[in-house]
């Protein structure tokens, strides 16, 4: 009898975009400045292990702004936030150092200017996740949430000739396209953002897991449930030939059973997961015979995002560094 060949294939780029990465040191750098606790309001990034790291080093997570003690520190995520929650940090006198990724906050810059020209805008996102919250945030009267392609029947405007769309960063290309397709048949004048909202880590990790998925028995993606990126990446898995696919926090959540039969075993990571949580899984692969790794390159990532200019300004008036600089897939932080 044949035996069967065990091999693993590992998506790349994986993991940590330039926005996480912002986020996650500008919270252990304001932890080393102004020593513990530093609150965050909201988990400052989709990942379970991330937020848990933080919590040991004496960063505190809070729901909403006025759990925050008055004249503390408080850290906004990187979903971003609307400016309602900058009012009540105001008046509670709190030292705001606002980690919402750049690419996020491009996106409600595209809400405000559209809204001062009086555009109905069309935000395609999921209901209550706080990217879709803080955004709709920035003109709640212009804004409508158009949640997936079924959603579009349900979407009125004031006039069909003054309406353009905008989305949420992390959903999957796929269906954000579709449904820019109905909204466009029920709407002919309906006008695109200026850029592509879907942020480039995204498309970047359903690539890779597009490339893979045909070839793959299995598909497991290491990321949190409440990850949005994540668990589009189990779907765009799925969707794309995979026989198979799980989300998993940690390695130790694998179940031994899905492995019986599998030949290839597809691996990714969210856009908000650490590279350690990979190499786990890859270790448990290999325990159990998958020991063979071969990367599956769909595109070379370069973005440098500065940290937050109140941290900056602090860093820098203490004679400290302040840089943050991410580079290529994996995304290496270089501090110096």
Not at 187 to 199: E, G, H, M, V
Not at 213 to 238: F, K, P, Q
Not at 285 to 294: M, N, S, T
Request: aromatic share 4%; with cysteine; net charge negative.
């Amino acid at each position: 009898m044949e035996t069967q060949t065990k091999r693993v294939l590992l998506a790349a780029p994986r993991g940590y975009c330039a926005g996480v990465d912002r986020a996650v040191i500008t919270v252990e750098k304001a932890l080393d400045l102004y020593g513990p606790p530093v609150y965050v309001r909201k988990e400052i990034v989709h990942n379970k292990h991330v937020v848990t790291t933080l919590e040991r080093r004496g960063a505190i997570f809070v729901d909403e702004t006025d759990e925050v003690p008055e004249g503390a520190t408080v850290v906004f995520s990187a979903h971003g936030v609307a400016p309602v929650v900058h009012d009540e940090a105001k008046a509670l006198s709190l030292k705001t150092i606002d980690a919402t990724c750049p690419l996020v906050t491009k996106v409600h810059r595209e809400a405000i200017r559209f809204a001062d020209a009086d555009y109905d805008i069309l935000l395609i996102g999921h209901e209550g996740h706080e990217e879709v919250i803080g955004t709709s945030g920035e003109a709640p009267e212009h804004i409508t949430l158009v949640d997936g392609p079924d959603d579009v029947k349900n979407v009125e405007v004031r006039d069909p000739e003054r309406v353009v769309w905008l989305s949420q960063t992390t959903l999957s290309v796929d269906e954000t396209m579709e449904t820019v397709r109905r909204l466009r048949e029920k709407f002919p004048k309906l006008q695109d953002p200026p850029s592509d909202d879907i942020c480039y880590a995204t498309q970047n990790r359903q690539l890779a897991v597009k490339e893979m998925a045909a070839d793959t028995d299995l598909m497991i993606v290491v990321g949190s449930r409440n990850s949005s990126n994540s668990v589009r990446l189990v779907e765009v898995a799925l969707e794309h030939g995979a026989k198979d696919g799980h989300l998993v926090d940690y390695a130790a959540e694998i179940d031994p059973a899905w492995l019986d039969g599998v030949g290839t075993v597809g691996v990714t990571s969210g856009a908000s997961v650490p590279e350690i949580l990979v190499r786990e899984v890859l270790e448990f692969l290999a325990e159990r015979g998958y020991e063979d790794v071969k990367p599956i390159i769909s595109a070379e990532e370069s973005l440098t995002f500065a940290l937050p200019m109140e941290l900056r300004r602090d860093l820098k008036a203490r004679g400290l560094p302040d840089g943050a600089k991410v580079v290529g897939q994996g995304f290496v932080a270089d501090l110096h």
